[in-house]
Nanobody, 132 residues
Framework: QVQLHESGVGSVHAGGSLRLSCVASEDMENEYCMGWFRQAPGKQREGVAAIDSDGRAAYADSVKGRFTISQDNAKGTLYLQMDTLKPEDTATYYC??????????????????????????WGQGILVTVSS
């Protein structure tokens, strides 16, 4: 099975930036989707950003324009660049991966952000704290 591991600097002041990384233990198949999710204490899990094997990306409205998802296939690594961080971004962040689907478009990626259970593989999570 695919193992995912998140890493990065987990503490920053409001307005600052940081980058999270997620390393996969093995190559993904040709068709896949990967994403970042977050969950704050007492809050529902929120899809943050998703990217597919074609390179298209989708974002939650709450992070659009501030976060950027990217991937380095050669390194088997997924990234989340977070800029202009706000205290409300504080949460545990998880990377996730899914095989397929055969049909992929921006609407499907947006749908996947609302249905995290579609992702088969999950990292252990990394706590990100944004102070005021």
């Amino acid at each position: 099975q695919v193992q995912l591991h998140e890493s990065g600097v987990g503490s920053v002041h409001a307005g600052g930036s940081l980058r999270l990384s997620c390393v996969a233990s093995e190559d993904m198949e040709n068709e896949y989707c990967m994403g970042w999710f977050r969950q704050a204490p007492g809050k529902q899990r929120e899809g943050v950003a998703a990217i597919d094997s074609d390179g298209r990306a989708a974002y939650a409205d709450s992070v659009k324009g501030r976060f950027t998802i990217s991937q380095d296939n050669a390194k088997g690594t997924l990234y989340l660049q977070m800029d202009t961080l706000k205290p409300e971004d504080t949460a545990t962040y998880y990377c996730a991966a899914a095989e397929g689907p055969a049909m992929r478009n921006l609407n499907i990626l947006r749908w996947l952000l609302l249905h995290g259970d579609q992702f088969k593989y999950w990292g252990q999570g990394i706590l990100v704290t944004v102070s005021s």
